[in-house]
């Protein structure tokens, strides 16, 4: 596999994990993952500074951020040096939310997305995802 098609397969990927995952209603669940695991890797963080990382507008991380914050997935602290900053965090409690989504099934997504009905394919690419999330699971 060369980069172009590590590159493909990560964007089919994000597009079966959108799939999987249930709607909130409002839209931009994939900007809201990209803020949330982002805060998540550098707490202590700004919506700037987010901003910065992953090249998004800051119009787009603060609306995810203020939907993070609603869900009490991201907590929010004055910055201690400059009161007008919001110093970002993980909430440590899990949220309902995060409980919800971390209890689904993504098999069915996954096998309506292959080539083939046969349940020995379904079963060896969760197992090959199982393995590669194991390698190579963001920092969390």
Do not use: C, F, W
Request: aromatic fraction near 0%.
């Amino acid at each position: 596999m060369g980069p172009v098609e590590l590159m493909l397969l990560g964007r089919t990927l994000m597009k079966l994990g959108e799939q999987a995952l249930p709607s909130t209603g409002g839209g931009g669940e994939r900007t809201v993952v990209i803020v949330m695991s982002d805060v998540y890797e550098h707490p202590g963080t700004t919506v700037g500074e987010v901003a910065t990382r992953t090249g998004l507008p800051q119009s787009a991380v603060s609306g995810a951020v203020a939907r993070l914050r609603e869900a009490g997935s991201v907590l929010a602290e004055p910055d201690p040096a400059d009161r007008r900053r919001q110093l970002l965090a993980r909430n440590p409690t899990p949220t309902a939310r995060q409980r919800e989504v971390a209890a689904i099934d993504i098999a069915p997504t996954v096998a309506a997305a292959l080539s083939t009905d046969e349940p020995a394919a379904l079963a060896e690419v969760l197992a090959a995802l199982d393995t590669v999330a194991r390698h190579l699971r963001p920092h969390r």
